[in-house]
């Protein structure tokens, strides 16, 4: 067929790697992991709206150690995929896109996320 | 350019092969959905941080309290319908960009879209059921 003589991206296997670059990869791996919290979002919201019983079996899954394992990587795919996100929004403006402010902003989007997800758990382990 | 001399089958043979490989002149509609929805995920995310935090091992009756306020029943019915349209065009690309057998990839989107319709519609009844009450 037509499609598939044309070329295609992207073409992960061509370039050295770079900061920037596996910033960009990052973005959608973290998308990606952050679906499969949308699938425990949903499946939280329907344990809360089926009754008590259901409710506690959820609430002991998020509370055991390997919940809060997951919570903990999802909260750092969430700080980050938003974080870059506003990144990204901010290039749609025409702002920021040579080569060495977009190399400040992932450094400063990569320190955010792990110092957001840090004071996140700071203030579980506070309220909890 | 078309001249003159050039054939009518000629010109359809073009027209063809433009067709095959144009672009369906959706991508602008779809990249200001990205943006829109990437904005309005900013103030939601805030807000439902915050609940999470506050609401971490809160009891069942606390739990149901919280969300069937009317603030917060809005809240997560707007984050529901807004993630839920953001994740099904992350994953919409992610697939573009990586199957490309055609057969593949269109069943691919088609399942995208079905789960995202499906998950995000199963979260609108839980949080209604809550809201109403029943």
Redesign the interface.
């Given at each position: 067929?037509?499609?598939?003589v044309?070329p295609?991206?992207?073409h992960l296997g061509v370039y050295r790697w770079y900061f920037t670059m596996g910033l960009s990869i990052a973005h959608?791996v973290s998308?990606?992991g952050?679906?499969v919290a949308?699938?425990g979002?949903?499946w939280w919201?329907?344990a809360?709206?089926g009754g008590?019983a259901r409710?506690?079996q959820a609430?002991a899954v998020l509370?055991g150690w390997l919940g809060g394992l997951v919570l903990l990587g999802f909260t750092l795919l969430?700080f980050y995929h938003?974080l870059n996100?506003?990144r990204?929004?901010v290039w749609?403006t025409g702002r920021n896109l040579d080569k060495h402010a977009a190399h400040r902003s992932g450094v400063l989007v990569v320190a955010g996320a792990v110092l957001l997800t840090l004071l996140?758990w700071l203030?579980?382990l506070l309220?909890? | 350019m078309a001249t003159p001399t050039s054939t009518p089958t000629a010109t359809q043979g073009v027209a063809a092969r433009v067709q095959a490989q144009a672009s369906t002149r959706r991508g602008a509609k779809t990249w200001l959905r990205e943006r829109a929805t990437a904005l309005a995920l900013v103030p939601l995310s805030v807000w439902f941080l915050l609940s999470a935090v506050s609401l971490a091992g809160a009891p069942y009756a606390e739990a149901r309290a919280w969300l069937a306020g009317p603030f917060n029943t809005t809240a997560m019915l707007l984050l529901v319908v807004v993630l839920f349209e953001h994740a099904r065009l992350g994953v919409r690309v992610i697939v573009e960009d990586y199957v490309h057998r055609e057969p593949v990839k269109l069943a691919a989107l088609l399942l995208t879209d079905f789960a995202a319709a499906a998950l995000g519609l199963a979260c609108v009844v839980a949080v209604l059921k809550i809201a109403l009450g029943s």
């Open positions: 067929m037509a499609g598939s044309r295609l991206s992207p959608r998308g990606a952050l679906v949308l699938v979002l949903a919201l329907a809360l709206a008590p409710y506690a609430q509370g969430f938003a996100g506003v990204h929004l749609d996140t203030a579980l309220v909890g | -």
